[in-house]
């Protein structure tokens, strides 16, 4: 019973600790040394928040071009994405909109003409040898081609990028992978870069006289030679992409829309949390402990991986946290009915969590199948909501599953069988653990 008493206070203590640094942050100052965890609500450190809720910029690029296939356009995507990367706009979003165009949302951005004018050019292809000299352009290639199989006759099948050259680049190459395969390990390398990034640097073992050759080693899977070739592509573009559009727009749904949601937020969890001890009584409180701890561990996650927040993405942790609670409806209610056939609280709390996993599981696997699926084919808020509503998911099934589970087998290890504390009305009096 003591350990039972040691171990619920303790878990107590750091639930609401965290709870409390995660949505509050704190800041401790002793003497020389200081230690402080920003909030979650900062806006500079703590969880990012979208176009919806601060403001920022939207830009709209235009292909000058009378067509443009998928392929190109995806290649226009990538580029801006990379540089947005660069310049430290992780938080932005970068969509297709139509066959020529392409949208760029960046949150809170303080200089939007000097992003434009760097966003604004043509990606630029070079290789270059270890001394840093061009031996060849972008303008020089054909295409690069992502491929599964065998570079050669003895090798096993492996992930490699297929380089095709115009005829004017391979006199140039030649030249080139000749002088770089007669130097010593370590400079026997032509390095493929876009836009001063250095995408590869692969090694030259032979003179390439031709005008295909093959980009091999180092890649794990298909995305690391899709992402190479698609780069490559970029820097070949018959086209370049002009800003069509340009706007600076303050919080789309008004600025007082965080708050107003948070607002609404609040009070759903606190009816929530109400509707819990009144229907499930000490059960109930145990799962409004873990809600708690749930919501300490999302603003954790949010924070810590500075994700980008939307009011999409407000409803998306919102959804999750019903989820969260109705985890803990089915394992009272598995509960309920072991109780109600005359086992003892031990055994009921067991049996309940038991017979309760398999549908808890299935549930949360559809609405994280349901999540990827509109991530991988939604844009922007679609896509914030996609990110908020896997992460709550994944969130409320731990804390469901295991938090629960643990604080309430401490309650029975204090021997607190009375089975009107947990909702069922048995004669006879009280129970045995």
């Known amino acids: 019973m003591g350990k039972s008493i040691t171990k619920l206070v303790i878990a107590l203590i750091v639930i609401v600790l965290s709870a409390y640094i995660a949505l509050f942050g704190f800041n401790i100052q002793l003497s020389s040394w200081h230690i402080s965890y920003p909030s979650a609500l900062d806006a500079d450190n703590g969880i990012k928040q979208g176009l919806d809720l601060v403001g920022g910029s939207v830009i709209t690029y235009e292909a000058q071009a009378d067509t443009a296939t998928d392929e190109e356009m995806d290649s226009v995507k990538n580029v801006l994405r990379k540089r947005l990367d660069a310049l430290g706009y992780n938080e932005a979003t970068v969509s297709r909109q139509g066959d020529k165009k392409v949208r760029v949302e960046i949150p809170a951005i303080q200089d939007p003409e000097e992003a434009v004018q760097t966003l604004g050019q043509t990606a630029k292809l070079s290789f270059r040898n270890s001394a840093g000299e061009t031996v060849l ?4 290639v054909a295409r690069a081609t992502a491929r599964f199989g065998q570079v050669n006759e003895t090798s096993s099948a492996v992930h490699y990028v297929e380089l095709t050259l115009k005829e004017s680049g391979k006199d140039k190459f030649a030249a080139a992978t000749a002088a770089a395969a007669s130097k010593p390990e370590g400079e026997n390398y032509i390095a493929i870069m876009l836009d001063e990034q250095e995408l590869s640097k692969p090694r030259v073992q032979e003179t390439i006289n031709s005008t295909s050759c093959v980009i091999s080693g ?24 002009k800003d069509v559009e340009l706007r600076s727009i303050g919080p789309t749904l008004g600025e007082k829309a965080l708050e107003t949601s948070l607002m609404a937020a609040a009070i759903g969890i606190l009816l929530i949390l109400i509707f819990m001890i009144v229907c499930y009584r000490l059960p109930g409180l145990i799962a409004d402990i873990s809600l708690i701890a749930y919501i300490a561990i999302v603003a954790y996650i949010m ?3 500075r994700i980008n927040l939307s009011l999409p993405g407000i409803a998306g942790i919102i959804l999750s946290v019903g989820m969260a609670v109705d985890a803990n409806i089915v394992i009272f209610a598995r509960m309920k009915e072991e109780l109600d056939l005359g086992k003892t609280i031990r055994a009921s709390v067991e049996a309940g969590f038991n017979r309760a996993f398999i549908a808890i599981l299935d549930a949360n696997i559809t609405t994280l199948i349901a999540a990827v699926v509109l991530y991988y084919f939604g844009t922007g808020p679609i896509q914030g909501f996609a990110i908020t509503l896997g992460i709550g998911t994944i969130v409320s099934m731990f804390t469901a599953i295991v938090i629960t589970k643990f604080l309430l087998k401490q309650l029975v290890g204090l021997k607190i069988t009375n089975p009107a504390l947990y909702g069922v009305a048995r004669k006879g009096g009280e129970d045995r653990a």
């Open 303 to 305: 924070a810590q991986f």
């Open 218 to 241: 180092g890649f794990t899977d298909a995305s690391d030679t899709n992402e190479l070739a698609t780069l490559i592509n970029s820097g070949n573009l018959p086209f370049s992409i």
């Open 137 to 140: 352009d972008g303008v020089d």
